[in-house]
């Protein structure tokens, strides 16, 4: 009769095994390799754009477009809503989703002609945890070395950027911290954040 | 000088430091004195708007023939402070590179004003006595913001007073050094400030609250320059199932 009676540790185990079935494996598809392709190729578009001398409106929804393609843009948007996130609807996150990557391609786009001239030295890729790290130095005119990390994932089933590690700086959980801030200061009401970040 | 005994000073030190609150566990940001930082912000923040950003709107319409050499005088007036917290810190590579860069550059570098050392490779190894503190293992402490200095913490701000009280400066440079170190070092905030106009400009003045800006940059910044591991609570990964994404895809 034991045997049949669920104990309260049984079902916790249960429930801790299928919780465990039920989230998403890293495939370890992604290879170091895959990673710095990426950096490459992101960093080549972005600075096609910079050369193409068009106006800045142009050239933020081109680095928009770069995002949307290059970026795990749900894990980015659902990371910087954090908590706020859970009493939103499904059409308030993907508005919130669409309406992020146009205020960082607007907040980070402008600061790209920084890097005009400068050039991108690899110094390492490594596996942390279930992504791939592609540390880099931005070498720049008249400046000193920026140390830039490059965290890249295959969460959506194929490589994507979701977190930028600028001299030690986490940009993903700054931008929480920001998002966080700029919804405080609307009371709260998603739909006001949205408007104003797009 | 401020002239307390050296055997009290090396006391206070002590008290200083062993004096760091502990963060509470799981907590990004260890910050006991958030309500009095904030206050200090804000007035670190108009001290920025009156003086620092506008004398770096000057310093950055000056050639750089005119600005470097005010940046490396006091880059090399700094150097001896460096050399001893090197020898402090076991690291003698380092404390070696600053000592000759010192002599070069004191040198044939015009007391300064030039910087032949680093055209041969013999660049800057940045330092602090908050570092010797990190080497010795005493912890960061609570974020601090300082009067007129801005984002520190417990640790780096005794590092800060130790510095300015035990620099070897005197002992060793030329008197000119000693006379207008302390002023080239004002004007190289301002040449920062210009330099790095738009980083601060947007962090104090487009953020919705610069104060968590500044410490989130301030503290990861300076683990990094510290080669210290960032504190778990800040790690982030897509496969952890932290954060969930359903109506999100």
């Given at each position: 009769m034991t045997e049949l009676t669920f104990t309260r540790r049984r079902v916790m185990t249960l429930g801790g095994a299928s919780l465990v079935a039920l989230l998403p494996l890293p495939s370890f598809a992604l290879t170091n390799a895959q990673a710095e392709n990426?950096?490459?190729?992101?960093?080549?578009?972005?600075?096609?754009?910079?050369?193409?001398?068009?106006?800045?409106?142009?050239?933020?929804?081109?680095?928009?477009?770069?995002?949307?393609?290059?970026?795990?843009?749900?894990?980015?948007?659902?990371?910087?809503?954090?908590?706020?996130?859970r009493s939103a609807t499904n059409a308030q996150k993907r508005a919130f989703a669409d309406a992020f990557g146009f205020y960082l391609a607007n907040k980070y786009g402008r600061r790209f002609n920084e890097f005009a001239g400068g050039r991108?030295?690899?110094?390492?890729?490594?596996?942390?945890?279930?992504?791939?790290?592609?540390?880099?130095?931005?070498?720049?005119?008249?400046?000193?070395?920026?140390?830039?990390?490059?965290?890249?994932?295959?969460?959506?089933?194929?490589?994507?950027?979701?977190?930028?590690?600028?001299?030690?700086?986490?940009?993903?959980?700054?931008?929480?911290?920001?998002?966080?801030?700029?919804?405080?200061?609307?009371?709260?009401?998603?739909?006001?954040?949205?408007r104003d970040l797009t | 000088m401020f002239p307390i005994p050296f055997r009290f000073r090396a006391?206070?030190?002590?008290?200083?430091?062993?004096?760091?609150?502990?963060?509470?566990?799981?907590?990004v940001f260890n910050d006991p004195y958030e309500e009095n930082n904030r206050v200090i912000h804000a007035f670190n923040k108009s001290l920025d708007s009156a003086f620092l950003r506008p004398s770096g709107g000057v310093t950055a319409s000056l050639p750089d023939g005119v600005t470097d050499p005010i940046v490396n005088f006091a880059d090399n007036a700094g150097l001896p402070g460096a050399v001893a917290n090197g020898v402090l810190q076991a690291n003698l590579e380092?404390?070696?590179?600053?000592?000759?860069?010192?002599?070069?550059?004191?040198?044939?570098?015009?007391?300064?004003?030039?910087?032949?050392?680093?055209?041969?490779?013999?660049?800057?190894?940045?330092t602090d006595f908050g570092e010797t503190l990190a080497v010795w293992g005493f912890d960061e402490g609570a974020y601090l913001e300082i009067p007129v200095y801005g984002p520190s913490t417990e640790r780096d701000a005794a590092g800060r007073l130790v510095d300015l009280f035990l620099d070897p400066l005197g002992a060793v440079g030329l008197p000119a050094q000693v006379k207008y170190g302390p002023l080239a070092r004002v004007a190289t905030l301002a040449v920062r400030r210009g330099d790095y106009k738009d980083t601060i400009d947007g962090l104090l003045y487009d953020s919705a609250d610069s104060y968590s800006q500044a410490r989130l940059v301030y503290l990861q910044n300076r683990r990094f320059e510290l080669g210290e591991a960032p504190p778990a609570a800040t790690e982030i990964d897509p496969f952890s199932g932290d954060v969930s994404l359903e109506g999100f895809e």
């Open positions: 990426l950096v490459n190729s992101a960093i080549g578009e972005i600075n096609g754009v910079i050369a193409s001398g068009a106006s800045l409106n142009s050239m933020i929804r081109s680095f928009k477009g770069i995002f949307d393609r290059y970026a795990d843009t749900s894990y980015l948007a659902a990371y910087a809503l954090g908590n706020d996130g991108i030295q690899f110094e390492g890729t490594r596996a942390v945890n279930s992504y791939i790290e592609v540390r880099t130095t931005a070498v720049l005119r008249n400046q000193s070395p920026v140390r830039i990390d490059f965290h890249v994932t295959d969460r959506p089933g194929r490589p994507v950027f979701f977190n930028l590690i600028i001299e030690g700086i986490n940009m993903l959980l700054a931008e929480r911290a920001e998002i966080g801030a700029m919804l405080d200061a609307r009371g709260g009401n998603i739909d006001a954040l949205i | 006391l206070l030190l002590v008290t200083l430091v062993s004096a760091c609150t502990a963060p509470d566990p799981g907590a380092g404390a070696a590179i600053n000592t000759l860069r010192f002599v070069l550059n004191t040198t044939l570098g015009v007391g300064g004003l030039l910087d032949p050392a680093s055209s041969i490779g013999l660049t800057e190894q940045d």
